[in-house]
T-cell receptor, first 119, second 110 residues
Framework: GAVVSQHPSRVICKSGTSVKIECRSL??????MFWYRQFPKQSLMLMAT?????????EQGVEKDKFLINHASLTLSTLTVTSAHPEDSSFYIC???????????????FGEGSRLTVL | QQPVQSPQAVILREGEDAVINCSSS?????VHWYRQKHGEAPVFLMI?????EQMRHEKISASFNEKKQQSSLYLTASQLSYSGTYFC???????????FGQGTELSVKP
């Protein structure tokens, strides 16, 4: 199957610090990765779309200077929350789409999610 | 454009059936269904592509009416393990972004 690993699963940081979340496709090449944010009892809201080697496309209302996305290789994308504040506390989830036979249906493969708590 | 799900919540007794609907104001390429348990990542159930073919995963099935831009998820003879929040996600084009509905919270009681 297609496995997406996300790390760390939980992180607690102080206000004003930066946090990096990694998303890796373990057994396939991810042509596109999507980053979502989910607040308690709410839906998954798309933050940005990233393609390997190019700049991420951010959704309206998402600050690109605050949420830095890097998709340096076909198996790794990172989300850095810069100068984190308590309101950034949320569940961040990445997902990846694959090429080849894994990508035929268009299924997205989700990571396990990262719960960020900013004190 | 976020798809709209209904109902927002449903409570079932074990063995009962339920239907969750998902509708969009935009033409759709595909509809994806996920179930999420509290504190966990969403789990993929099935994907429906343009063409209206009904899909099935064990006792859960789904249909996609592309003309009406609607999809329905059918849970038959519900089990306790079916409890969770169900999300539909829609794509307007192949390879496009997946936008999720607001979710339907399903509780199955013994």
């Amino acid at each position: 199957g297609a496995v997406v690993s996300q790390h760390p699963s939980r992180v607690i940081c102080k206000s004003g610090t930066s946090v990096k979340i990694e998303c890796r496709s373990l057994d396939f090449q991810a042509t596109t990765m999507f980053w979502y944010r989910q607040f308690p009892k709410q839906s998954l809201m798309l933050m940005a779309t990233s393609n390997e080697g190019s700049k991420a496309t951010y959704e309206q209302g998402v600050e690109k200077d605050k949420f830095l996305i890097n998709h340096a290789s076909l198996t790794l994308s990172t989300l850095t929350v810069t100068s984190a504040h308590p309101e950034d506390s949320s569940f961040y989830i990445c997902s990846a789409s694959a090429s080849g036979h894994l990508g035929i249906t268009g299924e997205l493969f989700f990571g396990e999610g990262s719960r960020l708590t900013v004190l | 454009q976020q798809p709209v799900q209904s109902p927002q919540a449903v409570i079932l007794r074990e063995g009962e059936d339920a239907v969750i609907n998902c509708s969009s104001s935009k033409a759709l390429y595909s509809v994806h269904w996920y179930r999420q348990k509290h504190g966990e990542a969403p789990v993929f159930l099935m994907i429906l592509l343009k063409g209206g073919e009904q899909m099935r995963h064990e006792k859960i099935s789904a249909s996609f009416n592309e003309k009406k831009q609607q999809s329905s998820l059918y849970l038959t003879a519900s089990q306790l393990s079916y409890s969770g929040t169900y999300f539909c996600g829609t794509r307007e084009r192949e390879g496009g972004k997946l936008i999720f509905g607001q979710g339907t919270e399903l509780s199955v009681k013994p």
